[in-house]
Every structure is written in C-alpha cells, then in structure tokens.
C-alpha cells in the first residue's frame, strides 16, 4: 500500500519550469531524440530498383554525401546548459572526406562531401522540408548524414526522393518503419526500437524496478510508430512483467502541446499513485517531465533511464532537475558518448572507436572526452557505412544496390557509437547489443552494471 500524499501545485516553481523547459528542448532538439510519426508505402523488389541506374548524386567520378549538423555550441551558449563542446563539425566532415578518398573512395568514386548547418532553434516541420528539398534538390545528394532532424515529415521526404539516410540523430525507428522507408533509412550508429523495447522491460523486471508495484507510468510521445510499439510490444511486456501500464500521450509537435502532455501526465500518475515511471519516444521528454513533476508538491517517483533519455545531461545539468531525481536511475545503455564518463569506459575502446579516433586524429582533431566526440563518432560510423556498401558494388550505385551489400556483407560492420551488431540479412539499425545502465550516488555519475548483452530482436 503507498500512503496518501497532499498534492498541491507551486505556480512560481510552474513559471521557473517553463524557463527551463523552454531551454531544455532547444537543447536536446540539438540530439534529435523523438519517435518518427510519418508513413509511407512499403518497400518495393531491391532487386528491381538495383537495375534502374544510378542514383541521385552519382556521376561518372563522384558520390555527393551532405552531412547535416546542428550548431550545438550556439544551442549551449543560448540555453547555458552544460555539455560537451562538440568541436568543429565541418573540420570534421573534410577529415572523413580525405580518409574516404585516400582509400579509394566510394565504390571507386570520389566522396563529395557537403556540409549544411541547421538552426535547431528555428525548427519546424516547413524548416525541415525546406532542408530536405536543398539536400534533393539544389544538392542532389545521393545520400545524406542527418543530425538534429526530428519532424515528422522529414525521412519520408528523403524517401520520396530516393535519397539515401544514414541517421546520425539518437531517433528510435522500428522495424516497421525502416522496412517502410526501405531501402533508403539506416541508422550505422543506434538499434532497432523494438528490440530496444523488449530489452527494456526485461531488465527492469530482472533488476527490481517493478518489484512491490501493481502499475508503472509510462511517457509517451504520441505518434503513429510510438502508437503501434507500445500498444502492441510494451503494453503487453509490461503487463507479463506483473504491472499495469498507465499509458501518457505527449504531443511533442512544440513546447506548449509538450507541456500540457507532460503536466497531465504528473497529474494522472500522482491521482493513481504511481511511483514508477519510464519513458519511450524520446530525450526531451525525460528531462523535462522530472522539472514539472518537480514542481508538484507531493510527487517524486523513481525514475526509469535509458539512452534515449541522454543521461549526460542529467548528471552535467542537475540544478534543472529536482534533488536525488537520478538516484536510483536504472534501465539500458547503448551509447557510450551519452551515457557513462570516460573513467567507466576506457576511450578509446574497440576496433571501430580506435579506428574512427585514428582517423581524425591524422586530420588534426582531438577530443576532450567520448562525450565531445557524440556527434562525431555517428559521422564516422556512417561514412564506414557508406563506403563498405559502396566498394561491394559491381554495377550502378544506387540505393538499391547499397543496400543489397549492406544485406550481404553487413555483418562484418562494428559500430563506434555502441556494442554489437544487428546489420546483414535485412538489418537496418547497426547497434546490437546494451549494458545495464545505473546511476552511483556515490560517484555523482551513470555507470554500466555487467557484460553486453544482445538486444532482445523477438
């Protein structure tokens, strides 16, 4: 039994959270962490669309790839949030060009690569389709390296227009969703979100998190794909689990339908006394809900975490969230950059990490942290990508054709962004595997509990 708590509402604590909470999504909009909502037709035959002739973007000498960046140091300058300076970005990008081309290109073709510059701070669905529309258009890309992009609309504008993605943002896609937008979106540097899902929950039961509970909070970001993977994976896990989920339905389209989603949500979960709660569709969410439940009197559950909830901020920003709102954080970590410092992970650690260090190191470029390198290690991923499809191509490079590779070869790729791997035979995210994910009171930081663990993909 959970004792009955007076609830009562701090207006000026509502007005500091709205300050903050107006902050925190132009920050972590930076991170591109929502669920995707947009469908579009399902996949037709790779076979077919390998033989229709080069893509978009490929001449007789070049491949254009334009990496999408979000200036994260004008977000944190604007916000005052404190978080790992990124580096320069475009510095960055000439250095995967050169290593791409010094050794031998893309499928024999010289990497073009283009850099664009989003304002996160002017987002908008028409923002989006106005980038996606240069990128298709004035640039003719054949592929693009997306960051900081989170509408709605804007994967399936790519896929509309053939152009290939490598997703760089932490963006959770199901398998339904990739293979809708076959063959065109990838992700070289994140999992699949229903295996993420599965895994999820069976670490929360296996580690306590449910133990004494009959129900659990769950936030949720209301879109399509989020819809159909609750309603349909979580619910259900949950409920074999031994809990009733209390399901909260966030619109994320702006600031005000975010926070009227989330403060409904504190209220619900405090009416039914609910003392748990998780979150699944994104970072933003997290962060955010814990400053409004902080500002109700009465309310302070334990909090589930994850990598799509950014960890790194939390530890890095605590004075934006309620005292001990991290202690007894536990959940799945499969991004390293975000989730842990580099004192509980060697840096750099594995093959692929090492080799993408390597490579900018050649060009001049050093990182303070695994953090400072969170946007540059999914750019480094997704050239790997890029160029292992391309060089196993014999015929027209397309985005058919790539993907074919990928199929076949896949499974000789390893992520620099996290552990495992769920790529080849149809795979479409490149991260397969997690670590349990804790936060130590005593350290003041996200640590990662045991081995890895593959992601659960049934």
């Known amino acids: 039994m959970h004792s009955q708590r007076r609830w009562t509402r701090d207006r000026s604590a509502l007005l500091r959270v709205g300050a903050v909470g107006a902050g925190l999504t132009l920050a972590l909009a930076g991170c591109g962490t929502l669920m995707p909502g947009g469908n579009t037709g399902a996949a037709s035959d790779l076979g077919t669309q390998a033989a229709a002739g080069p893509g978009p973007g490929v001449t007789g000498d070049t491949v254009k790839v334009v990496f999408v960046a979000v200036d994260l140091d004008k977000v944190k300058k604007f916000t005052g949030f404190k978080t790992a300076s990124v580096g320069d970005q475009k510095a960055q990008i000439q250095a995967l060009e050169d290593w791409v081309n010094d050794n031998g290109g893309l499928g024999g073709k010289q990497m073009d690569a283009v850099f ?90 296996e580690q306590g998190f449910f133990e004494g509970e009959e129900g659990v909070g769950v936030v949720a970001a209301d879109s399509p794909v989020n819809r159909e993977t609750i309603e349909n994976l979580a619910v259900p896990l949950l409920r074999e689990a031994g809990v009733e989920p209390e399901v909260s339905w966030v619109d994320t389209t702006d600031t005000g339908t975010l926070f009227m989603g989330l403060e409904q949500g504190a209220i619900t979960f405090r009416s039914k006394d609910i003392d748990r709660v998780m979150f699944l569709g994104g970072s933003r969410m997290a962060s955010v809900f814990a400053t409004v439940a902080g500002s109700q009197d009465g309310f302070k559950p334990r909090y589930a975490i994850s990598s799509f909830d950014n960890p790194s901020f939390f530890v890095n920003n605590p004075e934006t969230i309620p005292a001990d709102t991290m202690n007894g954080m536990v959940g799945v970590g499969f991004h390293p950059p975000q989730d842990v410092p580099d004192s509980q992970l060697d840096l750099p650690t594995g093959d692929a990490e090492t080799e993408c260090l390597g490579i900018y190191a050649d060009a001049g470029i050093e990182f303070e942290s695994r953090e400072s390198a969170r946007v540059a290690l999914p750019y480094c991923d997704a050239a790997r990508l890029l160029k292992l499809g391309a060089d196993g191509i014999d015929g027209d490079l397309n985005a058919a054709a790539w993907a074919q590779v990928v199929d076949r070869d896949g499974g000789d790729f390893q992520s620099a962004s996290g552990p495992g791997n769920a790529l080849g035979g149809g795979g479409r995210a490149a991260v397969g595997g997690y670590r349990v994910l804790k936060f130590d009171e005593a350290l003041g930081n996200f640590v990662y509990d045991g081995p890895e663990v593959p992601f659960d993909d049934e």
């Not at 992700?187 to 039961?205: D, H, I, K, Q, W």
């Open 116 to 205: 664009r510059l989003y304002d996160a701070q002017n987002d908008s669905p028409a923002a989006e389709e106005q980038l996606c529309n240069q990128i298709t258009q004035d640039d003719q890309a054949f592929a693009v390296v997306m960051t900081g992009q989170y509408q709605t609309n804007a994967r399936p504008c790519y896929t509309d227009r053939q152009t290939l993605v490598l997703d760089a943002s932490l963006y959770a896609m199901s398998t339904d969703y990739l293979e809708e937008q076959s063959p065109y979106l990838w992700t070289a540097s994140f999992p699949e979100y229903g295996a993420f899902v599965r895994s999820y929950v069976t670490v929360l039961a």
